[in-house]
């Protein structure tokens, strides 16, 4: 096997990885057991921002928060796009099934790329709006049964979640950012100081009962900050296609976490729908693939 293959390898087995850590965020949602969102985003925030602050100065040898002004304001929206997607993500699993805000946070390639059209005038080829009709389609299966009460805003969240995830990505392309860690760390330094306003005008306690605590600040070093390093690291030596593809293993497993350790069970218009939207995204990306394998980035 040549250095290169291996490499591909690699590549690849990183950014699966990285799915399977993003994917566990509804089970650790559904393990915490008193703490309310903005308290969650606190802890999770605060614990981001120091993981990624002592990786970023390792890895680039510069003060992070220069490499996060040297961002600009693409940095900034990028940021606080992230913040508002996690804030959405979060509240989305506390109101409706893991496996239903999941399947619509996949939504989030799609709307990236008529965002990118309306804000950047970047061309969208025939199959990526067909993919967006045929998602559509699927959402709508999705949420059908689910336009009341909790539910209702349970997909809002999640919808909003997915837009926010596209805000992020449509503003890194705006400003040519590389990587995406000095964005995120930002966006970690903004959660906590706004959801530190937040928890204090709502008068709810940022110190919270062990288990809730030790758990929200594991999902900001392990779930995010972790799977974020493999990601950039493994997204070096794989195609765009093949990211998207991989990237969609934190859909499909989210659920499978719930299922095997809760017993969370997925409604039948849940799957139909999500599956509608999955083969969407894996259609757009399957026809969008080049031929010719791009060299990967020294």
Same mark, same amino acid.
């Given at each position: 096997?040549?250095?290169?293959?291996?490499?591909?390898?690699?590549?690849?087995?990183?950014?699966?990885?990285?799915?399977?850590?993003?994917?566990?965020?509804?089970?650790?949602?559904?393990?915490?057991?008193?703490?309310?969102?903005?308290?969650?985003?606190?802890?999770?925030?605060?614990?981001?921002?120091?993981?990624?602050?002592?990786?970023?100065?390792?890895?680039?040898?510069?003060?992070?928060?220069?490499?996060?002004?040297?961002?600009?304001?693409?940095?900034?929206?990028?940021?606080?796009?992230?913040?508002?997607?996690?804030?959405?993500?979060?509240?989305?699993?506390?109101?409706?099934?893991?496996?239903?805000?999941?399947?619509?946070?996949?939504?989030?390639?799609?709307?990236?790329?008529?965002?990118?059209?309306?804000? =950047? #005038? +970047?061309?969208?080829? *025939?199959? !990526?709006?067909?993919?967006? /009709?045929?998602?559509?389609?699927? &959402? @709508?299966?999705?949420?059908?049964?689910?336009?009341?009460?909790?539910?209702?805003?349970?997909?809002?969240?999640?919808?909003?979640?997915?837009?926010?995830?596209?805000?992020?990505?449509?503003?890194?392309?705006?400003?040519?950012?590389?990587?995406?860690?000095?964005?995120?760390?930002?966006?970690?330094?903004?959660?906590?100081?706004?959801?530190?306003?937040?928890?204090?005008?709502?008068?709810?306690?940022?110190?919270?009962?062990?288990?809730?605590?030790?758990?929200?600040?594991?999902?900001?070093?392990?779930?995010?900050?972790?799977?974020?390093?493999?990601?950039?690291?493994?997204?070096?030596?794989?195609?765009?296609?093949?990211?998207?593809?991989?990237?969609?293993?934190?859909?499909?497993?989210?659920?499978?976490?719930?299922?095997?350790? =809760? #017993? +969370?069970?997925?409604? *039948?218009? !849940?799957?139909?729908?999500? /599956?509608?939207?999955?083969?969407? &995204? @894996?259609?757009?990306?399957?026809?969008?693939?080049?031929?010719?394998?791009?060299?990967?980035?020294?």
């Amino acid at each position: 096997m040549t250095a290169t293959t291996e490499r591909d390898l690699s590549g690849y087995l990183l950014v699966f990885m990285a799915g399977v850590l993003w994917s566990t965020v509804g089970l650790g949602i559904r393990l915490i057991e008193d703490a309310a969102v903005w308290q969650i985003l606190f802890y999770r925030s605060l614990a981001m921002s120091v993981f990624l602050y002592v990786v970023v100065r390792l890895r680039s040898g510069r003060a992070p928060l220069v490499r996060i002004a040297a961002m600009g304001w693409p940095g900034v929206i990028a940021g606080t796009a992230l913040v508002a997607a996690y804030t959405g993500g979060i509240a989305a699993i506390q109101s409706t099934s893991v496996a239903n805000a999941m399947m619509l946070f996949a939504a989030a390639p799609l709307i990236a790329a008529v965002l990118g059209r309306v804000i =950047l #005038g +970047e061309s969208v080829r *025939p199959a !990526t709006w067909i993919a967006i /009709a045929v998602a559509a389609c699927g &959402i @709508a299966v999705m949420v059908w049964d689910k336009t009341s009460g909790a539910a209702l805003r349970g997909n809002l969240a999640a919808l909003g979640s997915a837009l926010g995830f596209a805000v992020f990505t449509v503003a890194l392309r705006r400003g040519r950012a590389v990587e995406m860690m000095p964005a995120v760390l930002l966006s970690g330094l903004i959660g906590t100081v706004v959801m530190t306003v937040i928890c204090l005008s709502l008068g709810l306690s940022l110190s919270l009962i062990p288990r809730d605590a030790g758990i929200a600040t594991a999902m900001g070093v392990f779930q995010v900050g972790a799977g974020l390093i493999l990601y950039t690291i493994g997204s070096r030596s794989v195609p765009a296609a093949e990211l998207t593809l991989l990237s969609m293993s934190e859909v499909v497993l989210g659920p499978v976490w719930v299922w095997l350790f =809760l #017993g +969370e069970r997925a409604e *039948p218009t !849940t799957l139909v729908g999500g /599956a509608i939207l999955l083969a969407a &995204i @894996a259609g757009n990306a399957l026809s969008g693939a080049r031929r010719k394998r791009p060299p990967p980035i020294p």
